[in-house]
């Protein structure tokens, strides 16, 4: 059974960080690139970050660029995924999502390429 788990979510105060995790079980998720995605009140589902499949590259939204960072451990049975973010403003409130995917690592992913998906974290960063 395919499992995404995240934790870590929480309130913090705006220039605050935290540490997203997601922890990715019951398949071979070592070969699957990794994604992060959040969804704001009454708005869509947007592109976070991912990382490659072996970690060695990453891809972040311009919205969160230089303040977040992705990072994955390829574990025998479970994969780990890392989403660090630091500098946090009011508008990075939303539910973060975890994600897993195959396919071709052009540009940047978008929602239609992650078929696991987690059940969420909350984020909230207050002003």
């Known amino acids: 059974q395919v499992q995404l788990v995240e934790s870590g979510g929480g309130l913090v105060q705006a220039g605050g960080s935290l540490r997203l995790s997601c922890a990715a079980s019951?398949?071979?998720?070592?070969?699957?690139?990794m994604g992060w995605f959040r969804q704001a009140p009454g708005k869509e589902r947007e592109f976070v970050a991912a990382v490659s499949w072996d970690g060695g590259t990453s891809l972040f939204s311009d919205s969160v660029k230089g303040r977040f960072t992705i990072s994955r451990d390829n574990a025998k049975d479970t994969v780990y995924v890392y989403l660090q973010m630091n500098s946090l403003k009011p508008e990075d409130t939303a539910d973060y999502y975890c994600?897993?995917?195959?396919?071709?690592?052009?540009?940047?992913?978008?929602?239609?390429?992650?078929?696991?998906w987690g059940q969420g974290t909350q984020v909230t960063v207050s002003s």
């Open positions: 994600a897993a995917g195959t396919f071709p690592w052009v540009g940047v992913p978008r929602l239609a390429d992650f078929g696991s």
């Open positions: 019951g398949r071979t998720f070592s070969s699957v690139h």
